[in-house]
């Protein structure tokens, strides 16, 4: 199971931190990911992050401003979302890729970020 938390109401030009962790007994991993949805949009990837590897990706529209992050030792993964912007608004989920997946396929409930101009 997943707990995303650390969503809030920011202003415009302000960071947010965002955590996934995961409880009740950890699964393999290989990326561990961050998306989000807009009502009415489809879910979009944000970023991910390879948990043995460390290896980032993200997004063109989050590149330079979001960064992910992982403790292994926690289980838990971090999205640093700095210089947000209106457009960043949206309910955020995590959620993990395990080996031998293509897809994402663990995913947690969503924490939702507003963003104010």
């Known amino acids: 199971q997943l707990q995303a938390s650390g969503g809030g109401l920011v202003q415009t030009g302000e960071s947010l931190r965002l955590s996934c962790a995961a409880s009740?007994?950890?699964?393999?991993?290989?990326?561990m990911g961050w998306f989000r949805q807009v009502p009415g949009k489809e879910r979009e990837f944000v970023a991910r992050?390879?948990?043995?590897?460390?290896?980032?990706s993200y997004a063109d529209s989050v590149k330079g401003r979001f960064t992910i992050s992982r403790d292994s030792a926690r289980h838990t993964s971090y999205l640093q979302m700095s210089s947000l912007r209106p457009e960043d608004t949206a309910v955020y989920y995590c959620?993990?890729?395990?080996?031998?997946?293509?897809?994402?396929?663990?995913w947690g409930q969503g924490t939702q970020v507003t963003v104010s101009s």
């Open positions: 009740g007994g950890t699964v393999p991993t290989l990326h």
């Open positions: 992050i390879g948990w043995i590897s460390g290896i980032a």
């Open positions: 959620a993990v890729q395990r080996p031998g997946r293509d897809d994402f396929s663990i």
